[in-house]
């Protein structure tokens, strides 16, 4: 009986206002992130022949095969290996070391004549 008189009468409302604001949620947060999530994704697995490419694995080599089913990566040492595309990370950009190995070399080589 006491949780009778407690019931109000706009509960109905409250989970409506719910509904509205997960729904919102839904179309204007999440589902446009998921999409272009999804588009990044498929971007950075497409190599094509020649370029070097990444595993998820963390394996870099050479593509020198693509189809559906698989990619092939030739290693330094030589060795082909095949993966299937969603195994593929994206294309493999080494650092630019040039710049920042020359600029620690003079900071280095600078230090000691100071003594």
């Not at 694995?57 to 693509?66: A, F, K």
Request: charged residues 30%; proline residues 4%; glycine residues 8%.
């Amino acid at each position: 009986m006491l949780f009778a008189a407690t019931k109000s009468s706009g509960s109905p409302l409250i989970i409506i206002i719910y509904v509205i604001v997960f729904g919102g949620l839904y179309f204007f947060y999440l589902r446009p992130r998921s999409r272009k999530q999804k588009a990044a994704r498929q971007q950075t697995r497409q190599v094509e022949i020649g370029d070097k490419a990444r595993t998820i694995g963390g394996m870099i080599g050479t593509v020198v095969r693509r189809t559906e089913e698989a990619v092939t990566l030739r290693t330094e040492s030589g060795h082909e290996i095949e993966f299937i595309p969603s195994a593929i990370a994206g294309k493999h950009v080494p650092p630019s070391s040039d710049d920042d190995a020359e600029s620690d070399h003079e900071e280095n080589s600078t230090e000691g004549d100071e003594k």
